[in-house]
T-cell receptor
Framework: SQKIEQNSEALNIQEGKTATLTCNYTNYSPAYLQWYRQDPGRGPVFLLLIRENEKEKRKERLKVTFDTTLKQSLFHITASQPADSATYLCALDPPPSYNQGGKLIFGQGTELSVKP | DAGVIQSPRHEVTEMGQEVTLRCKPISGHNSLFWYRQTMMRGLELLIYFNNNVPIDDSGMPEDRFSAKMPNASFSTLKIQPSEPRDSAVYFC????????????????FGNGTRLTVT
């Protein structure tokens, strides 16, 4: 079965620096990979989606890369701010051939703390 | 847009009692998902519906769990009887998709119901 590994330890960085979060997966390459942000007591909020044939996707200070050879996605937040502090989850959408339509599988998440 | 609405926000009940969680998806979305989140297991998909029809309930842990979607604007997740190990945060999410697939349409989550079974 598909397994997703995200940095289990919290990531602490200084304001203004670039935060880089890792999402590794085993088994099949997903059709899509998504990143979500979750704040305490709230549901996850969608940030970015990247397709298997895309190498990189950007949105404002956010950048996601997708390397199907390494089976890895990296999530970058440039010029980080204390308001970026949250837990970030990656989620995989299986390809149609796996006949698991709709089973968006989430990683455990990485907690990011940006200090002023 | 009010987003996905879940109720109640918190539920504390005793073991053996019936628990019903409620969800109102975003209007126009045709897929609805129930997830459970715990520290140990993270976010787990329990069941999802497409056009009000259950597509995959393989994530439902036991027969004690059941879910319904009587119409496009309402879904319930019921646990009967509840057990302490059911304690978790239960999320409902909705999206636009084909047979539940997210594709280009990400999930929109509610803020969850925190269930505590004593």
């Amino acid at each position: 079965s598909q397994k997703i590994e995200q940095n289990s330890e919290a990531l602490n960085i200084q304001e203004g620096k670039t935060a880089t979060l890792t999402c590794n997966y085993t088994n099949y390459s997903p059709a899509y990979l998504q990143w979500y942000r979750q704040d305490p007591g709230r549901g996850p909020v969608f940030l970015l989606l990247i397709r298997e044939n895309e190498k990189e996707k950007r949105k404002e200070r956010l950048k996601v890369t997708f390397d199907t050879t390494l089976k890895q996605s990296l999530f970058h937040i440039t010029a980080s701010q204390p308001a970026d502090s949250a837990t970030y989850l990656c989620a995989l959408d299986p390809p149609p051939s796996y006949n698991q339509g709709g089973k968006l599988i989430f990683g455990q998440g990485t907690e990011l703390s940006v200090k002023p | 847009d009010a987003g996905v609405i879940q109720s109640p926000r918190h539920e504390v009940t005793e073991m053996g009692q019936e628990v019903t969680l409620r969800c109102k998806p975003i209007s126009g979305h045709n897929s609805l998902f129930w997830y459970r989140q715990t520290m140990m297991r993270g976010l787990e998909l329990l069941i999802y519906f497409n056009n009000n029809v259950p597509i995959d309930d393989s994530g439902m842990p036991e027969d004690r769990f059941s879910a319904k979607m009587p119409n496009a604007s309402f879904s319930t997740l019921k646990i009967q009887p509840s057990e302490p190990r059911d304690s978790a945060v239960y999320f409902c999410a909705s999206s636009l998709g084909s047979r539940g697939r997210s594709y280009n349409s990400p999930l929109h989550f509610g803020n969850g119901t925190r269930l505590t079974v004593t």
